[in-house]
């Protein structure tokens, strides 16, 4: 069933307006050698070209700000400019910083004043479906400071003692499965809450990987929107091959271009 469309609202009333940062200065060395991950050809097309005509698939989406490698941002501008969006999406790129927390907080300084509602997402999930990106629109605009897509897990997770070393590590807990997701983005956000977090929450080593868990430690209630299966991210070169298929089929089925 297609969310609802978030981009309606009472005659007067002041339109909210939804804007996307795109982290992608990321190298992705799990899928080996070559380009950074987000540059990578899917069917033919980069993987992150596939995510922000995504994120751009939403009505209710008026900016896309692409974060791009420190000293690659003319690069990836170029890039995108060969791949033009639908006439209503902006789209802009600023460079990015040494960690994924940092790319983000600078796609968040690059946004108007008038943005309200902000999405996260991964230029590795190329192919999260429009009626996800809308349905975390709808639940920010109804009043969720965070929202995040998710799906039930179907493994039994273990949570281990790690070693090391490479040795064999002991099981000290077997979390209740029906109690946990598994969680995808776009994510999205108050603004403002967005914006608090990545202002007070310090993540030493590599940073924050994941912007909900910033807001979680404000003590900011987030909340779970039904996930898709075809918004897993593309991590190795088994993912790849995967997404090359979910393409293909959508070529043939729905004339994806």
């Known amino acids: 069933m297609q969310a609802p469309t978030p981009d309606l609202v009472p005659e007067g009333a002041r339109q909210i307006r939804t804007a996307v940062v795109i982290p992608a200065a990321g190298r992705g060395v799990r899928l080996g050698p070559g380009a950074p991950k987000a540059l990578r050809a899917l069917g033919g097309t980069p993987m992150l070209v596939h995510a922000v ?3 751009a698939a939403s009505r209710a ?3 896309v700000v692409v974060v791009a490698p420190p000293d690659g941002a003319p690069e990836v501008r170029h890039l995108l400019d060969e791949y033009p969006l639908p006439g209503r999406t902006d789209i802009r790129v600023v460079p990015g910083g040494a ?11 690059a946004l108007p004043e ?5 999405l996260v997402h991964d230029a590795a999930r190329p192919l999260v ?3 996800t990106v809308d349905s975390v629109i709808a639940a920010v605009r109804d009043g969720a400071p965070a929202v995040v897509p998710a799906l039930p897990l179907a493994d039994t997770v273990k949570q281990v ?19 946990l997701r598994a969680v995808q983005t776009p994510q999205g956000f108050d603004r403002n809450t967005l914006a608090e977090a990545h202002r007070s929450v310090a993540v030493d080593g590599e940073g924050a990987t994941d912007d909900a868990g910033m807001v979680e430690r404000l003590g900011i209630p ?6 898709h299966e075809e918004a897993f991210k593309v991590t ?5 091959v995967l997404a090359e298929a979910v393409l293909a089929r959508r070529r043939a089925t729905d004339g994806y271009v």
């Open 99 to 109: 960690t994924r927390q940092e790319s983000v907080g600078l796609g968040i300084a």
């Open 236 to 240: 190795r070169p088994l993912d790849l």
């Open 61 to 63: 989406v008026s900016l």
């Open 161 to 179: 003692q790690p070693r090391p070393d490479g040795a064999a590590e002991p099981v000290v807990g077997t979390p209740e499965r029906a109690l």
């Open 222 to 227: 987030v909340v779970v929107v039904p996930g």
């Open 53 to 55: 005509r995504a994120m």
């Open 114 to 118: 008038d943005v309200d509602v902000v």
């Open 129 to 131: 479906p429009v009626d």
